[in-house]
C-alpha cells in the first residue's frame, strides 16, 4: 500500500522557535518522488522541495531544510527561527514515478507560529 | 504566465445539478491530475490523464467523469451533484516522470458547495 503519516495535526509554536514537521512514507516502489508543499490561509498549494528516491543528500535552502532517510522512511521538514509568515498547513506527498506520477498526500500538519 | 488555470473559483449546486469544472495548463505538460480536498484532510486524487486521449481514476471517482481531448484542457464533469461532494476541487498538470522536473503545479482550486 502507499501512504503518507503526517503524525502531528497541529503544531504552535512562539515566533524565533525551531520546528520540525515529521512525514513518514509507505511504498513498495523502488523509484518514487517526495514533496513538501504549503497551503497558507488563501488556500492555494506551494510547491516547497522534490526529492527522489535515489538522492538522500539533505538539503537546506534558507530557513527551511530536508531530512531524507530512506532507512526510516522519514522525509522531516524543519523551519529554523520560525515567523508568523510561516503560518500554514503544510502538506508532505509521495509522487509515484510508475504510475504516471500521481501524488499520495499526507493529512497536513497545521503550523501555527504565534509573535 | 498563467500556468494551471481553473473556473469558477466558487460555486453552489443544488443537490442533482451537474457542471463541469474547466482547467486548462499552457506549460505542455502531457500530465494532468484533479484532487479534492475535505476540510482538515489531504487531498485525494480523482482522475489523471498521462496524455490527450488518455486518463485513469485515482482514489475517489466515484460521481465524477474527465475528458482529455488537447493536451491543455481536462475538464472534470460531476453528474448528480451530492452533499458529500461538497469540496475543494484542485486541478494539477506536470512532466512526465522521469523528467527533470516532475514537480507538481496546481490551479487556484475551485471551492464547491452542494446544498
Known amino acids: 500500500a502507499q501512504k503518507v503519516t503526517q503524525a502531528q495535526t497541529e503544531i504552535s509554536v512562539v515566533e524565533k522557535e525551531d520546528v520540525t514537521l515529521d512525514c513518514v512514507y509507505e511504498t513498495r516502489d523502488t523509484t518514487y518522488y517526495l514533496f513538501w508543499y504549503k497551503q497558507p490561509p488563501s488556500g492555494e498549494l506551494v510547491f516547497l522541495i522534490r526529492?527522489?528516491?535515489?538522492?538522500?543528500q539533505n538539503e537546506i535552502s534558507g530557513r527551511y531544510s530536508w531530512n531524507f532517510q530512506k532507512s526510516t522512511s522519514s522525509f522531516n521538514f524543519t523551519i529554523t527561527a520560525s515567523q508568523v509568515v510561516d503560518s500554514a498547513v503544510y502538506f508532505c506527498?509521495?509522487?509515484?514515478?510508475?504510475?504516471?506520477?500521481?501524488?499520495?498526500f499526507g493529512q497536513g500538519t497545521e503550523l501555527s507560529v504565534k509573535p | 504566465n498563467a500556468g494551471v488555470t481553473q473556473t469558477p473559483k466558487f460555486r453552489i449546486l443544488k443537490i442533482g445539478q451537474s457542471m463541469t469544472l474547466q482547467c486548462t495548463q499552457d506549460?505542455?505538460?502531457?500530465?494532468m491530475y484533479w484532487y479534492r480536498q475535505d476540510p482538515g484532510m489531504g487531498l485525494k486524487l480523482i482522475y489523471y490523464s498521462v496524455g490527450a486521449g488518455i486518463t485513469d481514476k485515482g482514489e475517489v471517482p466515484n460521481g465524477y467523469n474527465v475528458s482529455r481531448s488537447t493536451t491543455e484542457d481536462f475538464p472534470l464533469r460531476l453528474e448528480l451533484a451530492a452533499p458529500s461532494q461538497t469540496s475543494v476541487y484542485f486541478c494539477?498538470?506536470?512532466?512526465?516522470?522521469?523528467?527533470?522536473?516532475?514537480?507538481?503545479?496546481f490551479g487556484q482550486g475551485t471551492r464547491l458547495t452542494v446544498v
Open positions: 494539477a498538470s506536470s512532466y512526465p516522470s522521469g523528467s527533470a522536473n516532475t514537480e507538481a503545479f
Open positions: 526529492r527522489n528516491s535515489f538522492d538522500e
Open positions: 506527498a509521495l509522487g509515484l514515478y510508475n504510475q504516471g506520477g500521481k501524488l499520495i
Open positions: 506549460m505542455n505538460h502531457n500530465y
